[in-house]
């Protein structure tokens, strides 16, 4: 059974709809009603539907506007307009956000049955695409050419060469046109997990994955070791723009068609095909982060300030203890250098080789913290472990447990300004929220893009820092400030809107009583009146 929301200003036509079909029997189930737009996307947030039914037209936030938000924050729903108008127009503006169904007024409760079948027969087979076996043999030549420039690190030493010729490479396949405009990549790895923490992820999820994709820009997946790893590719617009979407309709897809829990990492962009391979390794240590994260989903740029060093000199056992510096638990980091330090001491290994790993092993430790730190945090910690200096004149055991003292407390600095730079990042969006309220161009993107995380992560640490959303947050500043004006000033209706970043002197209104109570006008004569009675 399949849930709908229907939002729709004309209240007796919405109670009808409501009362007239037979939702069970077309496969829906009524969990919420909306009289405009922003009560709309409101119900959106909270019920996740799988269909929103809305009228074009509304008060305050058009169905156009409404399609828009709502993709924003739940790219998996589907959207069937319901309109009285029959212009073209709007049937253009909703094409681009993907509409379902294109309604129009009058429409009998027959004709409406019919097409909530097709709806729902349009929902069924999405549901059924994203768990078919991966059937698109031109993936497979993709794969054949990407896959290798992903996991693998090779260069002939031109540069300038070399991606010329993959991106003629790639050209020819057809992964990108000639004409198009320089193009930006970005990678992401990814993996299922059931309630009990097993990994999921097979190989036949890769069409899933695709389905998601190919809805925003290029792409190229494949399943390797227990994960799925896909390449994106489109401009630099279309990455920021349509990023952050990506990776919440595949956490939200998953859940709700596979009830399985999505662990995303998600790398920089770079700008050149032979760069890809550092951003595949940049994936893969925010694949690390993201079991620690509330919404698994990482974006290395959101945690560590810079590029890690270059990773094609670190040996396997340096790879693991930075991953483990990240995101491994304490007993998991001490079992691995006790197996680590094992090795060494069964092969025999001479006391040079010994020192050479001991060099990178500390790099490793330094570069995780200065990554998630700062420099003075990196000086702290040499103060704190004074034994480096002398650490090559003691024996390979002596060795083995001052490294092992310092991996936990590099462990413990990382852990503890990572929460600092998650508190930095809060404080300083709650800080333009708070300066800037009155902006009615402000929301989540436009803070999260002034201060460069991503508005997946910044809503996170918002919710738990605060424990509401960034919109409960902005709703509340704007309205208090809009009482203090009433109350205090002589200020119009009109005007206190505009002051408080309303441009809509009625859907200020609608806010103002949806969250005092009363009308602006109301609630001033009740401060009025009681002023008096106290005179």
């Given at each position: ?212 994709l190919r809805k925003y820009m290029h792409y190229v997946s494949f399943y390797t070791d227990g994960r ?242 960034f919109i409960d947050l902005l709703t509340r500043k704007r309205m208090e400030t809009a009482k203090e ?10 005007e206190v809107s505009e002051k408080c970043g309303y441009n809509d002197q009625h859907y200020f209104s ?26």
């Amino acid at each position: 059974m399949y849930t709908i929301i229907i939002a729709d200003d004309e209240a007796e036509l919405r109670q009808a709809l409501i009362r007239r079909i037979d939702w069970e029997e077309v496969g829906f189930q009524v969990v919420g009603e909306a009289e405009n737009g922003a009560e709309a996307l409101e119900l959106v947030e909270k019920l996740e539907p799988d269909l929103l039914l809305t009228d074009v037209r509304m008060p305050f936030m058009s169905g156009i506007e409404l399609a828009r938000a709502v993709r924003e924050i739940r790219p998996n729903i589907q959207i069937a307009f319901l309109s009285g108008f029959d212009d073209f127009t709007y049937a253009q503006q909703a094409i681009q956000y993907n509409i379902i169904s294109y309604l129009l007024k009058p429409i009998s409760s027959k004709e409406l049955t019919e097409e909530l079948k097709k709806i729902k027969k349009k929902i069924d087979e999405k549901f059924e695409e994203f768990t078919r076996k991966n059937a698109e043999q031109e993936q497979q030549n993709l794969v054949a050419f990407f896959m290798p420039l992903l996991l693998d690190s090779f260069s002939d030493g031109q540069s300038k060469e070399r991606e010329q010729a993959l991106v003629q490479e790639a050209v020819r396949r057809g992964f990108i046109k000639q004409e198009s405009a320089h193009m930006y990549y970005t990678v992401l790895v990814i993996s299922f997990r059931d309630e009990e923490g097993n990994n999921r992820t097979i190989e036949d999820a890769v069409n899933a994955i695709n389905m998601i994709l190919r809805k925003y820009m290029h792409y190229v997946s494949f399943y390797t070791d227990g994960r799925i790893v896909s390449l994106l590719a489109g401009t630099k617009a279309s990455q920021e723009k349509y990023l952050h979407i990506i990776v919440e309709d595949i956490t939200q897809s998953v859940k709700r068609i596979m009830n399985l829990t999505t662990f995303i990492g998600v790398s920089r962009m770079v700008s050149e095909l032979e760069h890809c391979h550092e951003a595949y390794l940049e994936a893969m240590d925010a694949f690390g982060y993201s079991g620690r994260s509330d919404t698994g989903v990482s974006f290395i740029s959101d945690i560590e300030r810079t590029a890690t060093f270059d990773q094609e000199t670190v040996q396997a056992a340096v790879n693991r203890i930075e991953s483990l510096l990240r995101s491994g638990t304490e007993e998991e980091l001490h079992s691995y250098l006790d197996q680590l330090f094992a090795q060494l001491e069964e092969e025999d290994t001479p006391a040079m080789n010994i020192q050479l790993v001991m060099v990178q092993l500390i790099a490793a430790v330094f570069r995780v913290v200065y990554a998630v730190a700062d420099s003075e945090a990196v000086q702290n910690l040499q103060k704190s472990s004074p034994f480096l200096g002398q650490l090559f004149l003691e024996s390979p055991r002596e060795m083995e447990e001052r490294y092992k003292t310092f991996c936990l407390m590099a462990r413990e600095v990382a852990a503890e300004h990572r929460k600092k730079s998650g508190s930095v990042i809060c404080d300083q969006a709650l800080a333009i929220m708070e300066s800037r309220f009155a902006d009615p161009e402000l929301s989540l993107n436009s803070i999260s893009a002034e201060i460069s995380v991503s508005p997946n992560y910044l809503s996170t640490l918002i919710k738990r820092s605060t424990g509401n959303t960034f919109i409960d947050l902005l709703t509340r500043k704007r309205m208090e400030t809009a009482k203090e004006f009433l109350l205090g000033t002589s200020m119009k209706i009109r005007e206190v809107s505009e002051k408080c970043g309303y441009n809509d002197q009625h859907y200020f209104s609608y806010c103002f009583k949806k969250y005092e109570g009363i009308s602006p006008n109301a609630c001033r004569r009740k401060f009025e009146r009681e002023e008096h009675e106290e005179r």
